[in-house]
């Protein structure tokens, strides 16, 4: 079932009509829309919920002929249903988001699979998204004030009455568990069976089985190229939090790994309109520099698992000469350099590591293309004809794939240090 909404632009006064795919979802948090004004460029952020199409100043009376858009909460968008010029009795005729998709697809059934993940988020996640938000500035602040973490964590929980926890590695604890299970919520069936999960699972068995002894001197040499406390507390931390809080935008992005389908690009023309790319940029710039600044420690485990020493690098199955010292000293672009040499490692992060796109944030040489939403990096500050293009869908893709990727590290990461605290 559709329902339409209408509402103009404040700024160039366009008609809009959009094509409300209905579920029980709109009950649960406030559906995000956003919208690039073709006609001038602004940018508008709306919600849908209980209440209707928010904020009602932009809403409006229906127009004989306005810019029509489909809108899911979860599913992408095919080019039918995306900015169509149309009068009210095309709009009448044109068919629901839910049965363009099923079309793009043909007999491959998508919408279920990915409906049932959305559920199960509805369910374990969506209602918790905010807790590690919240729970940050306390548990970061030092020394961590444990009965203040344990009033903020019960009222979360809406627990009327509670034990505080003992002390701080209690805390800790529990802030790890539920980075824990977020990840263990969005690692869906297929993700499970490829090879950068086995190769993440092969790492976190050396971190669970290895002498203390290892991972002390594991912990050791990754103390000596990396701050560990700045990495974790002011950068990987955070994102993740930001992601999660707002998780739900990226569900129609999410759904090529419902497929199976972990290329980037995904060679699908879909589009979403549950996000815009400003936050997607900075998402993917944030994730760009932790997974950065976060691959000594990696790089430090996968050679300690594989090679049996930290320092102990393996190119094309020939001892390399460097050290971590000399890894950490690199710049982004070498660094992810040195992973491309190593297969497990490059299938994980090169494909989110995008030094071109990295390169055209920083410098403000990202282009928006309104009607294809193809996003141009133009990288080059020296030559604007060179530009990497890639479809909005496809950046919320890679913002998920960092995500997943962060909270692999930080999992294996205090891993680590969860067995010297444990000593």
Same mark, same amino acid.
């Given at each position: 079932?559709?329902?339409?909404?209408?509402?103009?632009?404040?700024?160039?006064?366009?008609?809009?009509?959009?094509?409300?795919?209905?579920?029980?979802?709109?009950?649960?948090? !406030?559906?995000?829309?956003?919208?690039?004004?073709?006609?001038?460029?602004?940018e508008m952020d709306l919600f849908f919920n209980a209440n209707g199409l928010q904020p009602k100043e932009l809403k409006s009376e229906e127009a004989e002929r306005s810019i029509t858009f489909g809108y899911s909460a979860v599913l992408p968008l095919t080019k039918q249903l995306y900015f169509q010029d149309l009068t009210r009795i095309e709009r009448m005729a044109a068919s629901t988001p839910f049965l363009n998709f099923s079309a793009f697809y043909g007999e491959l059934d998508v919408s279920g699979p990915l409906g049932y993940w959305v559920g199960m988020l509805m369910g374990n996640l969506i209602p918790y998204r905010h807790y590690l938000q919240q729970l940050l500035p306390i548990i970061s602040h030092k020394p961590c004030n444990v009965k203040a973490y344990s009033n903020q964590l019960a009222s979360l929980c809406q627990a009327h009455s509670h034990d505080d926890l003992k002390d701080e590695n209690e805390c800790l604890d529990s802030f790890e568990e539920l980075?824990?299970?977020?990840?263990?919520?969005?690692?869906? @069936?297929?993700?499970?069976?490829?090879?950068?999960?086995k190769t993440i699972d092969l790492l976190q068995g050396f971190v669970e089985k290895a002498d203390v002894r290892q991972i002390e001197a594991l $912990?050791? *040499?990754? #103390?000596?190229?990396?701050?560990?406390?700045?990495?974790?507390?002011?950068? @990987?931390?955070?994102?993740?939090?930001?992601?999660? #809080?707002?998780?739900?935008v990226l569900f129609p992005s999410m759904s090529f790994a419902t497929q199976g389908n972990f290329n980037i690009p995904s060679g699908k023309e879909l589009y979403t309109m549950t996000v815009g790319y400003k936050k997607l940029n900075g998402w993917y710039a944030r994730?760009?520099?932790?997974?950065?600044?976060?691959?000594?420690?990696?790089?430090?485990?996968?050679?300690?698992?594989?090679?049996?020493?930290?320092?102990?690098?393996?190119? #094309? !199955?020939?001892?390399?000469?460097?050290? =971590?010292?000399?890894?950490?000293a690199l710049n982004s672009a070498s660094r992810i350099s040195v992973i491309r040499q190593d297969n497990a490692l490059n299938d994980i992060f090169v494909p989110v590591l995008n030094n071109h796109i990295r390169n055209a944030i920083q410098h403000q040489g990202d282009q928006y293309q309104t009607m294809t939403q193809l996003v141009e990096y133009h990288?080059?500050?020296?030559?604007?004809?060179?530009?990497? !293009?890639? *479809?909005?869908?496809?950046?919320?893709?890679?913002?998920?794939?960092?995500? $997943?990727?962060?909270?692999?590290?930080?999992? =294996?990461?205090?891993?680590?240090?969860? *067995?010297?605290?444990?000593?």
């Open positions: 079932m559709t329902v339409g909404e209408y509402f103009k632009c404040p700024l160039c006064g366009k008609d809009f009509t959009i094509k409300m795919q209905m579920d029980y979802t709109f009950k649960q948090y !406030d559906w995000p829309i956003h919208v690039s004004c073709p006609g001038c460029g602004n980075h824990k299970v977020t990840y263990m919520n969005l690692a869906i @069936a297929p993700y499970l069976a490829t090879e950068m999960k $912990m050791g *040499r990754v #103390n000596t190229v990396m701050n560990k406390e700045s990495w974790l507390w002011k950068e @990987a931390f955070p994102v993740v939090a930001d992601i999660i #809080n707002e998780i739900q994730c760009f520099e932790a997974l950065i600044h976060g691959l000594p420690f990696i790089v430090a485990l996968s050679n300690a698992a594989k090679n049996g020493n930290a320092d102990s690098f393996m190119i #094309n !199955d020939q001892k390399d000469s460097r050290n =971590l010292e000399d890894f950490a990288y080059d500050t020296t030559d604007n004809t060179k530009h990497d !293009d890639f *479809r909005l869908i496809d950046v919320g893709f890679m913002v998920f794939m960092q995500l $997943m990727h962060l909270l692999e590290t930080i999992l =294996l990461f205090t891993s680590c240090e969860k *067995r010297l605290r444990t000593v």
